[in-house]
């Protein structure tokens, strides 16, 4: 199993950039497929992005497409997200997640949850 913890979260303006950070403790990291989530005050979990065991296999959230760049490096044990132009309507509690094999879509496809880094976007 992994455990994922998140950094990077903090306050910034509409428009800027903010790259998030996932480093998991654990085996073969190599072997999980990794996602992003987050959850607005009051929303349920979405789907953010994911990327499989392959670097190149990477999914995203029609609205972050374009925006967001989801990658890992597997020597680290880490996947990062990097955002740019954000919205105020992205503020939120953002998730790393792992599950084994193919990545998926749905919180509860993922087994493995860091505790979560706050992103907040100001108008």
């Known amino acids: 199993q992994v455990r994922p913890v998140e950094s990077g979260g903090g306050l910034v303006q509409a428009g800027d950039s903010m790259r998030l950070s996932c480093v998991a403790s654990?085996?073969?990291?190599?072997?999980?497929?990794m996602g992003w989530f987050r959850q607005a005050p009051g929303k349920e979990r979405e789907f953010v992005a994911a990327?499989?065991?392959?670097?190149?296999?990477?999914d995203y959230e029609d609205s972050v497409k374009g925006r967001f760049t989801i990658s890992r490096d597997n020597a680290k044990n880490a996947v990062y997200l990097q955002m740019s132009s954000l919205k105020t309507e992205e503020t939120a509690v953002y998730y790393c997640a792992a599950r084994t094999r193919e990545l998926r879509y749905q919180p509860w496809e993922y087994n493995y949850w860091g505790q979560g880094t706050e992103v907040t976007v100001s108008s």
């Open positions: 990327i499989g065991e392959m670097p190149r296999d990477t």
């Open positions: 654990g085996h073969l990291f190599s072997t999980y497929a």
